[in-house]
């Protein structure tokens, strides 16, 4: 792996970034790729796919706005399966949508190495009610 896309969409070491409880927003920070515990750990997942286009396409017939995905995952001699219909963030159906405190989570840590965390997540809090303030430089003003 060299470029950043390649450690985007390299399962086994998304897996591992998880496996260790490494926040998402640090994935792609050199030291989290460079960390030999990631490195041993990526050597260790062996991984495949199957496609089952039946399964997705009945699932689609049965509800358009699904994105029908399944895992299954072995891990330490026992198996995890899921189902998973809606993507997290879905706008529809509602039970998958971020809820505010996820959005304000995700904000913070995505700008954490440059704003404080109280003043990003005050910054956060603006930007979800932006149709009460009467002029955007308030929630700009809040960032420096």
Known sequence: ????????FNLPYLIACA?????????QDLEVRQDPRIREFIQRVEFGL??????????KLED???FQMRIELVAKGRTFKEKIPYVKGSPEPE?????DEEIIRKFTDNVSRTLPFGKANEVAKRLLELEKLQNVAEVMEKGN
Not at 1 to 8: E, H, K, L, Q
Not at 95 to 99: C, D, I, K, M, S
């Open 1 to 8: 792996m060299r470029t950043p896309d390649d450690y985007a």
């Open 19 to 27: 496996a260790h409880r490494v926040n998402p927003t640090h994935w």
């Open 50 to 59: 199957i496609i089952d286009e039946r399964d997705f396409g009945l699932a």
């Open 64 to 66: 358009p706005r699904t």
């Open 95 to 99: 039970e998958f949508r971020n809820t």
